[in-house]
């Protein structure tokens, strides 16, 4: 049984990232924002038979950050698995082809708060349990429209998508996980930059292509896959460009 820490896992891809691997006999750590919202995907764990702990955790809080970790370290010791899967899109930048003129600073920061400094912070708090891991491994949730290359070709179909603050954010992550792969490289821990595709939540939308348990299924395959090396931003079967 390993111990799998998800962040923002009350919905979407979190919960369902929750299920796969509780269903799967791992004990799954999940945090949220909002303690009623965490407690009620806790209770739906539960009866679904998975083992399954709750705190409550703000990414953009280094306070709660740390003391999740302490509460952690005690309770169980270690984790094997990280995921930074808490993440936002402002309203502002919404179905937004190129939003870098008009977002406003309020919501770049929020947006670079949320999906870049929360994931470092959490990364730093919680890399000691890591490293009591046999095989640790620190999975940062990313988008594809993050990767400056795809974004800079006319004929990638990805090359309209400019929500500035999201992009900024997410290609922010992608130098977190390299930055990180090159800093553990004597240590057991992958880490990896996965884009699990596009997803039908609140931020992907009715339309997107994927189901929140199509989107867990594709990360737990990527993090199966011995064949992708640390350092690497992952699509489903294939690396994708910087």
């Known amino acids: 049984m390993r111990n799998i820490l998800i962040t923002g896992a009350n919905r979407g891809i979190g919960k369902a990232l929750a299920i796969a691997f509780g269903q799967n006999g791992d004990k799954v750590i999940i945090t949220a924002r909002k303690a009623a919202a965490g407690n009620e995907t806790l209770n739906e764990l539960l009866q679904l038979g998975i ?31 990280l995921i930074n899967n808490a993440g936002m899109m402002s309203e502002e930048e919404a179905w937004i082809g190129n939003s870098t003129l008009h977002v406003s600073d309020k919501a770049f920061t929020k947006t670079m708060v949320t999906n870049f400094m929360g994931p470092w912070k959490v990364a730093k708090a919680f890399i000691p349990l890591l490293e009591k891991s046999s095989a640790g491994q620190l ?15 006319k004929k990638s179909p990805t090359f309209q998508s400019k929500p500035f603050a999201y992009n900024v954010s997410k290609g922010a992550l992608n130098q977190l996980t390299a930055h990180l792969a090159h800093a553990l490289r004597r240590q057991k821990i992958k880490v990896l ?15 997107a292509l994927f189901t929140p348990k199509e989107a867990a299924e594709r990360i737990i395959s990527v993090s199966n ?9 992952v699509d489903f079967d294939h690396e994708l460009p910087w």
């Open 51 to 81: 083992d399954a702990h709750f705190y409550k955790m703000d990414v953009a809080i280094e306070e709660q950050i740390n003391e999740v970790a302490t509460a952690i370290t005690a309770a169980f010791g270690h984790i094997d698995i």
């Open 139 to 153: 999975l940062n949730i990313s988008a594809k429209i993050a990767s400056l290359t795809l974004g800079t070709d």
């Open 193 to 207: 930059s996965i884009y699990p595709g596009w997803v039908k939540t609140d931020m992907g939308g009715a339309a």
């Open 225 to 233: 896959n011995n064949e992708f090396l640390s350092g690497s931003f």
